[in-house]
């Protein structure tokens, strides 16, 4: 079973909205990512948190940790429809050398 | 861009025929990654390597193996293809633990 849940599997929302979108994990971690997919590319990195850490901005883009519920969201402020991918947050486990995905988020921004 | 390249881009290949995919990177990173993305599973992982002939299984291994000869070539085998094997298959490359991982364009691959 994959270690990452991405939660809502898909999130429609008119621009200029907030966006956010969760994520959930098994196992102890070292750090979380999460990364962008446009349809039919391959994926680009947004943002690393470590596990040390419970916040983190880069732009519009903030992402919070909960270790303690092994959570994390991924909020994406003031939405463009050029924001329109799937999202999906990455773990690295065991022994740190294995990168694993969830599911991913799918959203979609009206303009 | 990080210097990663996935060949071929697309292929289709008959059932049980052998097929080799190559990641290859010029970024003289340590770790990579094979993964294949299906709809509703995300992402997931085949096979990684942690250095030149260090591979190990990922989550969904079976009927595939790997080989990493050279610091910048990853390749991935599928013995004898099967239409379950019909994916897009990623390649992603990571400097160390703490760092992003760069991903190829994919491969789109067909078994008929």
């Known amino acids: 079973s994959q270690q990452g849940e991405e939660d809502p599997q898909a999130l429609s929302i008119q621009e200029g909205e907030n966006a956010t979108m969760n994520c959930s994990y098994k196992t102890s971690i070292n750090n979380l990512q999460w990364y962008r997919q446009n349809s039919g590319r391959g994926l680009v990195h947004l943002i690393l948190?470590?596990?040390?850490?419970r916040e983190k901005h880069s732009g519009r883009l903030r992402v919070t940790l909960d270790t303690s519920k092994k959570s994390s969201s991924l909020l994406i402020t003031a939405s463009r429809a050029a924001d329109t991918a799937s999202y999906f947050c990455?773990?690295?486990?065991?022994?740190?050398?294995?990168?694993?995905f969830g599911s991913g988020t799918q959203l979609t921004v009206l303009p | 861009d990080a210097g990663i390249t996935q060949s071929p881009r697309h292929k289709v290949t008959e059932t049980g025929t052998p097929v080799t995919l190559r990641c290859h990177q010029t970024?003289?990173?340590?770790?990579m990654y094979w993964y294949r993305q299906d709809p509703g599973h995300g992402l997931r992982l085949i096979h990684y390597?942690?250095?030149?002939?260090?591979?190990d299984k990922g989550e969904v291994s079976d009927g595939y193996s790997v080989s990493r000869s050279k610091t910048e070539d990853f390749l991935l085998t599928l013995e004898s293809a099967t239409s379950s094997q019909t994916s897009v298959y990623f390649c992603a490359i990571r400097k160390d633990e703490n760092t992003e991982a760069f991903f190829g364009q994919g491969t789109r691959l067909t078994v008929v």
């Open positions: 948190i470590r596990s040390n850490e």
């Open positions: 970024e003289n990173h340590r770790y």
């Open positions: 390597s942690y250095g030149v002939k260090d591979t």
């Open positions: 990455a773990t690295y486990t065991g022994s740190a050398r294995q990168l694993t």
